[in-house]
């Protein structure tokens, strides 16, 4: 067990909705890294929360939104879904932004777009 | 632009096998490197990294990779495999001085492990 928990499990909805997928670091870690997992992309990075700050941006759509809240926990925002959008999303958290603190990976959300 | 090829998308073998997975990356500039490991229905987690020094680095469950930089290359290593090494691994690379969460990975390989 990571100690990272994303929530829901399974997500399915419909093209043009709106979702959004939540993050719960370990406890004491103060960055979170969202990542996209599809069949035709591949693993993918979106974004880096640190500390409530966003940090880096990677591959993140426009339709795509993140943030951190007070508590540390972070919410992805998906909206005008596409059928493209079907992935695994990844939550990771590690301690700090330094190269060698180590990152933990929760077991993703799949989300389902029909 | 930095890339990953990881040159095998399936590698079966047998129980107690050796098994190379491999891994070339393109970079104008220096690079962190990693390999994670996903079992099914679960995270990845990092199996080893190399961020600089010996070019052998040796990472949990007994894997190993070296670091070849006139190659571009930073093959995974087992000696003996284990039923439990049924996984995708993913090669990854990271540009040094950029954010290390912002990995750019390879499309993985999927190890099987027959009896």
């Known amino acids: 067990d990571s100690g990272v928990t994303q929530t829901p499990k399974h997500l399915i909805t419909a093209t043009g909705q709106r979702v959004t997928l939540r993050c719960s670091p370990r406890s004491g870690d103060l960055s979170v890294y969202w990542y996209q997992q599809s069949l035709d992309q591949g693993l993918q990075f979106l974004i880096q929360y640190y500390n409530g700050e966003e940090r880096a941006k990677g591959n993140i759509l426009e339709r795509f939104s993140a943030q951190q809240f007070p508590d540390l926990h972070s919410e992805l925002n998906l909206s005008s879904l596409e059928l493209g959008d079907s992935a695994l999303y990844f939550c990771a958290s590690s301690a700090d932004a330094r190269w060698d603190s180590p990152l933990h990976f929760g077991n993703g959300t799949r989300l389902t777009v029909t | 632009a930095q890339s990953v090829t990881q040159l095998d998308s399936q590698v079966p073998v047998f129980e107690e096998a050796p098994v190379e997975l491999r891994c070339n990356y393109s970079s104008s500039v220096s690079v962190y490197l990693f390999w994670y490991v996903q079992y099914p229905n679960q995270g990845l987690q990092l199996l080893l990294k190399?961020?600089?020094?010996?070019?052998l680095v040796k990472g949990i469950n007994g894997f190993e990779a070296e670091f070849n930089k006139s190659q571009t290359s930073f093959h995974l290593r087992k000696p003996s495999v284990h039923i439990s090494d049924t996984a995708e691994y993913f090669c990854a690379v990271s540009v040094l001085g950029g954010s290390q969460g912002n990995l750019i990975f390879g499309k993985g390989t999927k190890l099987s492990v027959k009896p």
């Open positions: 190399y961020l600089s020094g010996s070019t």
